[in-house]
T-cell receptor, first 110, second 113 residues
Framework: GQNIDQPTEMTATEGAIVQINCTYQTSGFNGLFWYQQHAGEAPTFLSYNVLDGLEEKGRFSSFLSRSKGYSYLLLKELQMKDSASYLCAVRASGTYKYIFGTGTRLKVLA | DTAVSQTPKYLVTQMGNDKSIKCEQNLGHDTMYWYKQDSKKFLKIMFSYNNKELIINETVPNRFSPKSPDKAHLNLHINSLELGDSAVYFC????????????FGPGTRLTVT
């Protein structure tokens, strides 16, 4: 079967660093995506990993280990506007579909 | 300019009715998707079209029927609505079938009473 796990909720303080983990079990692997979704809004793309290692994009970085079926999204210098749900999505091999995790709701406190 | 648009934004209807949701993208993308997001925020793929051809058809009740009149449009028709159909439905598009980011529409919140 296909399964993606993320923590349900996390809380962090403004200015801090937070790491959101995602573990996956899929039949093959063909890329991992992170999306941000503010309450009542559409998901928006943050990052994409297909090879092992770290991808950095400003305050956001994403890491992938294919052998461990593991990724994390790292958010630095947290701002109040980062309060949102963060969705991990995996594309399995031989399929065009994206399997989403249930998302991690991040609350940033002042 | 709106990239991916959906109408209506809100839809309240009674059980047993038939309704449609429309989606349009002006990004020139080849691939479009329908997702359902339930109350637990789980986003699940329903259908995908590439150049008007159906390529993903997940296990959804056959009361749901997608239609793609052209590359820029993907509509979703739902017959005999049930309480369990209440959810937010998102349309999305991507440049093609390769690993591209998806651009999501604003969502249609469907409430069945």
């Amino acid at each position: 079967g296909q399964n993606i796990d993320q923590p349900t909720e996390m809380t962090a303080t403004e200015g801090a660093i937070v790491q959101i983990n995602c573990t996956y079990q899929t039949s093959g692997f063909n890329g991992l995506f992170w999306y941000q979704q503010h309450a009542g809004e559409a998901p928006t793309f943050l990052s994409y990993n297909v090879l092992d290692g770290l991808e950095e994009k400003g305050r956001f970085s994403s890491f992938l280990s294919r052998s461990k079926g593991y990724s994390y999204l790292l958010l630095k210098e947290l701002q109040m506007k980062d309060s949102a749900s963060y969705l991990c999505a995996v594309r399995a091999s031989g399929t065009y579909k994206y399997i989403f995790g249930t998302g991690t709701r991040l609350k940033v406190l002042a | 300019d709106t990239a991916v648009s959906q109408t209506p934004k809100y839809l309240v209807t009674q059980m047993g009715n038939d309704k449609s949701i429309k989606c349009e993208q002006n990004l020139g993308h080849d691939t479009m998707y329908w997702y359902k997001q339930d109350s637990k925020k789980f986003l699940k793929i329903m259908f995908s079209y590439n150049n008007k051809e159906l390529i993903i058809n997940e296990t959804v009740p056959n009361r749901f029927s997608p239609k793609s009149p052209d590359k820029a449009h993907l509509n979703l028709h739902i017959n005999s609505l049930e309480l369990g159909d209440s959810a937010v439905y998102f349309c999305a598009s991507s440049p093609g079938l390769a690993n591209y980011e998806q651009y999501f529409g604003p969502g249609t919140r469907l409430t069945v009473t």
